[in-house]
């Protein structure tokens, strides 16, 4: 089959001819559908330092995805042929003290598909059975694709309550996005998007029509959300950028006894002046990361279900495997939204 | 001045004159602007058992309240004359344990205004300062009246979370109205609203345009939720009715694990099948009474300023005080929503 | 093998020579160490209602056991022969919106070891894979077998919180007396056990030794936990006797805002006056049945390594498993505390 | 009457006579008893960054203290001539968001007695009535004066669980050494405590006597904290020390979806790997600060009435006023537990 190949410990990737993928007897193989680039993917790509900690050239890489069952492992009987899915990307090891206890998504021996496994850049993959989402027959697979990313976001979100509440979203990337449709479709009472690049920003007004949109390199952001919440400060913020300075921000937006999660990922230390920021402000700080099996799935499955959220705005670019490159580029420069990729 | 009074222990009340009220020291006196007629009204007005075993008179009665300060007794230093308040009518010890730790709606020496004290029901009314909610200056008096029943739904469906969950409303009147809104623009997913009386369910849709309306003297309501969950029943139950068949059956329609907020008050005992509806469920049922102080204020005021909540369909009369007899007839018939009256 | 036989629709139980059982796929078989009779154990033994509900004879009953694998399904990988088990009793499906969602307790489609599959009264035991907990190499196989029951009590303990709360505890059978034990090792302020049965209350001595023991039958329970309480009832009560007039009392006893959480059966509709007992009350009422998996197991670890908490005093009686009649007689009559069976 | 004041903007203070304190409408005078040193104290005396940013000299300073009412404001109903009590020392102002939100402990616009106010090293101290916390007659003035660290202590504790679960006590200063005994009274499984000082790490073995004690200076707390815990970490960490590296290891020794409350000061920033310590741990990080108002104090009162608490060995030093210097030196140096001051 073809298949986008990380050959080598260095950047790019090769669109080559490989193997076709044999399930394992806990396995099945899918037919790729759809399959959308992550953050991770650019990571990969472009071979930066979290790349070279965990990957181990030649490998598929990729990993949001939605597709058809074609073959069965030997002991799986919760999937059939034809089964529509899409994939929860964090393989947990069902034994730990973590997946014993309702949080396999932090699973103590986590491997993720398409990092420590081949993934879905491919005309078909093999995933762990456990690791299937159902989904009717015709669901539309680029929506199955992005399914993953949106749990990021609803996972972030709630870790708490937004119902009734005020929330500043950090970051108006493809997860940001899906995150200021959720928590608008969540009740919350006042939405603050902030993001850098303009085109993203403009995006968010599709998703929360409401928000106040803030552009905070020519915006002074703290001022506009104190001023437009009495002088508190927000109930909550999630922090979706991964940018120290937003982070920092976060802290300064924040109303007493706020919440705020941090799902983005920095690549520099976060410096906090901890009195301040946190303590005399009684702040309530979480981390969150990948999405509960399932709770989270659930979740999103009701947001679609309301009627009151839709993600598909966010997908801005849709091309072939074999353009990974440009698709790449496009998400990495911030011309895009979501980028979807078809075998 | 003018005012409705009870004046023997029998049915009916008076319209008569009687002294202007004079503040104690942590008092005001309020020139009312908008009242409303609440269900303890009517048992008031009726002489049922519940005011027979509270009600000492003569009294004035009446609670639902938006007025403006006109005098200040001379402790009082929160409020100054003019300023526009509506009234929490429970009015807390301030020194009990329930008081001393965030739950002063559940004072353990409650006093309710109109009820243990002389009421609203009239030209001016003493309150105590501290149950005084400011409002803006040109707030509409008759939102402001409302506020305090709105205030019992919203206590009710925030003691857990409605977000992204289903949610079955038990019960049409103004307080079901209130929480079909709410619990609408709090994010609930799904949302089944079941009244007997036709006209008070089809005002539901006022609410919640996509909301499931059942009427369970006609519908099998059960089948209609289970039906439409995927045969789980709903997340959440919100019983307003006070009706005990209705408690019976909010065990029904509730998934396994599932919350029921208790607000409605039933005049006759409940009986459960303890293991089936509780204990092999793992339900959560959760009492709730009045509204927090003054937690639910805020959430109600964050519901009106979020633009997705308007409780004003559910005002649907609106007269003199003198007219308190034909009031209370609208509304215990059910041809009413909320009853409005002005002095 | 040697078994204990529900042999046909009436009561009594047969010690019967059986086939040996044969593990499926996804099975292991034990060897039975030790035993322990449950209230479950008496409904099936002498054919009540309960029994006649759910028991297709013939059918070996039992499910509460400590044992050591001696058999591997074909597909089980997370267990070796040799290693000593402990079981729970819920069987869970795994693919259901509970099991999905960290609540495989509650599974839509439980099973029950020993109700609706052959259970443990025997020298050998067929055991899902899933429902095993594994244990150290020596662990005390009577404590094995008791860790189920201990969980139940330990379960309706933890869904709140009882560390530096008054807590009373109704019903002083074994899993009351587990439950006294662990929420005297949890921390609670003050705890009140309730208990007509003289022996066991005087039993409740020894896994709380400053607890207040009351005679409801002797004493008036509410007056002496209201004076005990300042005069506001106890934060918690935790019901595990399945009396209705327990349950009755339990809100008696509570104080404003407390919880209430029922674990034990009653067999006869509870009745209760909302209004009072829950609504102005504000009660939190949680119902609770078997153990969360695998959450609870491992609390109960927790517990017993913290060594604060010693549950062996409840075994006051062992005996052969021929001995059943002997064992469900000392059971069910109050004389004795757990009762434990060898083959 | 005689009082240490902050006499000038600079090291150091003065034992001194002053006027005797007038009570406000709103405020009692009390007769102090007993008071104790705070680190603020020690700040303040040395006239520290934290001190010149708050205090404006001359001022009486101290805080913590136990005292009899001796002379009442015109509008003070809740208390009596003679009444004994102990003092919190967060001033709400009692109409803000977090005061009407059961969040006085964080009010928008809190003052605090002994920085913004006249303390209370004097004789007599003015203190509003909101402040007064009653206790018996007869109770120990030297316990009253400590009820307000001690309750520093549990507030942090209390914002999460810690019933069954294994805690990290990071600092064994005299809130540590509260916080320890608390922990071990709140039914914590298994307690590490970490102090670089000797005498004050060997003063914890009294609060909680199968404490692990860890010298961080010596030992690898790391490694320990993983080993005792099943390679896993802790379940919680309550960070009393205020050093930038003790938070910093409070992270890498919690274990996955663990809860870190931070309640010690930094003085400097906290810098902070973001995915490693935060977002891929799921970690809850709680700030905390002062004590609720008046759950904390409940609290603790039902934690010395359960008789598993005693705070009293803490109290290593007991002085007059005059002695000031030396108390403070005592502190500062680590040499002592808490030092109590006699007028």
Redesign the interface.
Known sequence: MKAIVKQTAAPGAGYVDVDDPKPG?KDVVIAVKSAAICGTDIHIYDWTRYAQDRIKPPMIFGHEVCGDVVELGS?VD?LQKGDRVAVETHIPC??C??C????QH?C?KMAIVGVHTDGVFAEYAKIPAVCCWKLPGDFDPDLGAILEPIGVAVHGI?EG??????VAVFGCGPIGLFGIGAIN??????IFALEPNRARLEMARKFAP?AVLINPADENAVQIIKEST?G?GVDVVVELSGSPAA?KMAFQVL???GRVS??G??SQ???????TD????????????GR????T???VQ??L????FDPMPAVTHRMGLAEIGKGIDLAKTGQAGKVLLYP
């Open positions: 007897p002991q919760t069902g034994v003290f973590q014993q206890t309702g949080n932090i103590e709630l309550e937004v119902n009734g509440m005020s479709a969540l009740g919350a009472n006042k409401n009495g508190r982070v109303r007493l006894g941090l799902v990922l920095p230390p976060i410096t906090l002046d901890a009195p946190i303590i005399y402000k009684e702040a309530k700080v979480f981390g969150t990361t509960r099996m399932w709770d799935w659930w979740q009701g947001l279900d309301s009627g009151k």
